[in-house]
C-alpha cells in the first residue's frame, strides 16, 4: 500500500488544458476565492513553476496578450472556446495554439503524460 501511494503521489497532467485548469483552481483556491476540501491530487509540479513557465513563454514571444487573455477569460468559466460557435471562433484558434505551446513546453518538463 505504501508503495502505490509513493508512486501516484506526483500525478502527471494528461494534457495542457488540464494543467491550466488545474492552476487555475488551485490560484484561487489558494486565494481564499474558492474552499479548499484538501483531497486535491498532488502534481508533479507547484503553482510557482506553471506561473513561472509561463512568465516564460510570455516573455519570450511564444504567447501573447490576446492569448493570455483567452486562457485567463476561458480558463475562469473552466471550458475551452468552441470552433462551432461563432462568437468563439477567434478565440478557439487562440486557445488550440496557446495551449500547443502550453503543451509543448510541459512536456520538456516532464510535466504532461
Not at 492552476?23 to 502534481?43: C, D, E, M, V
Request: net charge positive; glycine share 4%.
Amino acid at each position: 500500500m505504501l508503495n502505490y501511494k509513493l508512486q501516484n503521489a506526483n500525478e502527471k497532467f494528461q494534457n495542457a488544458e488540464q494543467m491550466w485548469f488545474w492552476f487555475l483552481y488551485s490560484k484561487s483556491a489558494q486565494n481564499g476565492f474558492i474552499h479548499n476540501s484538501g483531497r486535491a491530487t498532488r502534481r508533479v509540479c507547484e503553482l510557482l513553476d506553471v506561473e513561472t513557465l509561463i512568465t516564460k513563454l510570455y516573455l519570450s514571444g511564444e504567447l501573447t496578450d490576446e492569448q493570455l487573455a483567452i486562457m485567463k477569460h476561458y480558463g475562469d468559466r473552466r471550458r475551452a472556446p468552441h470552433q462551432y460557435i461563432w462568437a468563439e471562433h477567434r478565440a478557439y484558434y487562440l486557445w488550440n495554439h496557446a495551449m500547443k505551446t502550453l503543451d509543448a513546453a510541459a512536456r520538456k518538463r516532464g510535466w504532461i503524460e
